[in-house]
């Protein structure tokens, strides 16, 4: 099935740590998105990358980075500048091409936590 | 910059009941919208979508339309079932970043 994959689904970071969370999809999209969503609010845009080798920030990038070095993956580090890391990170993605208003699509989220 | 407005929670209803979730938006030029829903611990669904005004969008007996003159796409559905019951978030997606901006999200719960 095709579809997006995050992991792990829960992840825990001492202090000081930089901390990985995985996105993989393989419904052949260009973009792909980077949001946090904190407990009782929406989701907030983090970064976002509309083709390989380009990406640009969100609305909170700081304390953040990404890579996409390949169509299929885009990984998003959690460093140890980010001071309250604690929240769902959902990573998205979608078709570009045809039609623009293409909806994006959801990965199952990785919860990060603060040991 | 843009925004969405929704009601907040939790509506609470019993099953077979009427439900509206009002969702108003405040965007430069013409936004398509969205309403995702969210189940305990997973990811986002898409539930349904309108990209111009006057366009309804439907699933699963839900609809909401596209009110360019009133800035609006409130969920409704006339008849509520428990399965129902999740986080429902309205969104619009810009023209330029092919971003969503999200509401808060309104929890419903449906009791038997």
């Known amino acids: 099935d095709g579809g997006i994959t995050q ?13 990985t969370l995985s996105c993989e999809q393989n419904l052949n999209h260009d973009a792909m998105y980077w949001y946090r969503q904190d407990p009782g609010q929406g989701l907030r845009l983090i970064y976002y990358s509309q083709i390989v080798n380009d990406f640009q920030k969100g609305d909170i990038a ?12 885009f990984p998003l580090t959690v ?3 980010q001071k309250n890391p604690t929240a769902f990170y959902l990573c ?3 078709d ?15 919860r990060l936590s603060i040991l | 910059g843009d925004s969405v407005t929704q009601m907040e929670g939790p509506v609470t209803l019993s099953e077979e009941a009427c439900l509206t979730i009002n969702c108003t ?3 430069t030029g013409y936004p398509s919208l969205f309403w995702y829903v969210q189940y305990p611990g997973e990811g986002l669904q898409l539930l349904l979508k309108a990209t111009k005004a006057d366009d309804k969008g439907s699933n699963k007996g839900f609809e909401a339309t596209y009110r360019k003159e009133t800035t609006s796409f409130h969920l409704e559905k006339g008849s509520v079932q428990v ?3 999740a986080v429902y978030f309205c969104a619009l997606m810009d023209t ?16 038997p």
């Open chain 2, 96 to 111: 330029g970043r092919r971003a969503l901006t999200f509401g808060s999200g309104t929890r419903l719960q449906v009791q």
């Open chain 1, 7 to 19: 992991s792990p689904k829960y992840l825990f970071r001492k202090e000081g740590q930089n901390v």
């Open chain 1, 62 to 73: 700081e304390g953040y980075s990404v890579s996409r070095e390949k169509k299929e993956s």
């Open chain 2, 25 to 27: 938006y405040t965007a």
């Open chain 1, 96 to 110: 570009r091409g045809g039609n623009s208003n293409q909806p994006q699509h959801f990965g199952d989220g990785t």
């Open chain 2, 83 to 85: 399965s129902d019951s």
């Open chain 1, 79 to 81: 460093t140890s500048a």
């Open chain 1, 92 to 94: 998205a993605s979608r």
